[in-house]
């Protein structure tokens, strides 16, 4: 279950990471608002998760999904740069995500 919420925190993660794009600086009001709301189930899931799992890999795990899915949603929405070298790296944190996962049991 642990893991679970923290998959869902890695993923409001990205919401609140990608919708301060849309908040104009917080000058937007529903924008601001979703983006609001969306750090904090993310950072409450995380801390329910963290009850049972270690603070160290679960932390590791929430930043590397909430890095991999803002730096994906960046290149697909906002066009940014898809070079091979960035690719390379969002891969490796994958790796890191996967490797943490699986040290932990």
Do not use: N, Q
């Not at 869902?8 to 990205?14: H, K, S, T, Y």
């Not at 709301?37 to 801390?47: A, F, H, K, T």
């Amino acid at each position: 279950m642990a893991w679970t919420l923290l998959g869902l925190a890695g993923l409001f993660e990205i919401g609140w990471a990608i919708g301060l794009k849309y908040t104009d600086g917080f000058t937007r009001p529903i924008p601001s608002a979703l983006t609001a709301l969306s750090m904090i189930v993310s950072v409450v899931l995380l801390g329910l998760a963290l009850k049972t799992l270690p603070v160290g890999t679960g932390y590791a795990v929430w930043t590397g999904i909430g890095t991999v899915g803002t730096a994906l949603l960046g290149i697909y929405l906002f066009g940014e740069p898809a070079t091979v070298m960035r690719l390379i790296c969002i891969g490796l944190i994958v790796s890191g995500i996967l490797g943490l996962k699986l040290a932990s049991g």
